[in-house]
């Protein structure tokens, strides 16, 4: 008499075990993928990060630093006109080229920055340079003054994208030469010092704008 061995895993159920066991692979490898896919993605992101932010730290301080330069090769105040704080009659507010004082800048801003001529800087859309002026007080530098204090505060400021990117401060004192002050001294010398003064700022100027380029 034959005996039938009894199969011990019905094909029917093999099949079954081996599509169950590919399906928990396939999620399995999914899963993995996915948190690969995340992580690269982390790490673009911060790699975009730290360039922006590595471009900001090197734009913005020259922007101020082009502009503080600017405003301080100009006069501590109105050498024609009567003297007033802030633009004389006559000044454009929105162009800084006829502009021959420290306090014409108080409360100027532009967005993209400009260069002294009004030629607007394509490159910087975002950026914004503004600029206040007010008399320092002579007991606390920081503090501002109600009166002419023969000091004034000059304060620019870069932002991109609405972000404050830099700050710098510096102090302009009545007792600087300028033009007016040098004239009495001596033609020649008022000249060759006024040139120098406006040669170095052009230069700076123009060092600036290269490397922004």
Known sequence: MTSKRPNPCPRSDLIHAVAGFTLIESVMSMLIVGLMLVAALNTIGASHLAQRKGTEQHVGPLLAQELMAEILSQDYQEPEDTVVFGRETGENSGSRATWDDVDDYDGWSASPPEAKDGTVMTAR???T???????????????????????????????????????????????????????????????????????????????VQSLLK
């Open 125 to 127: 859309a975002g950026w």
């Open 129 to 207: 340079r503004s600029v206040t002026v007010a008399w320092a007080d002579t007991l606390n530098l920081n503090n501002t003054a109600l009166l002419p204090s023969g000091i004034k505060r000059i304060k620019v400021t870069v932002k991109n994208n609405g972000q404050t990117i830099c700050e710098l401060t510096a102090l302009r004192t009545s007792a600087w030469p300028d033009d007016a002050t040098l004239s009495g001294v001596n033609g020649e010398e008022s000249d060759a010092a006024a040139n120098t003064v406006e040669a170095a700022t052009n230069k700076v100027s123009n060092l």
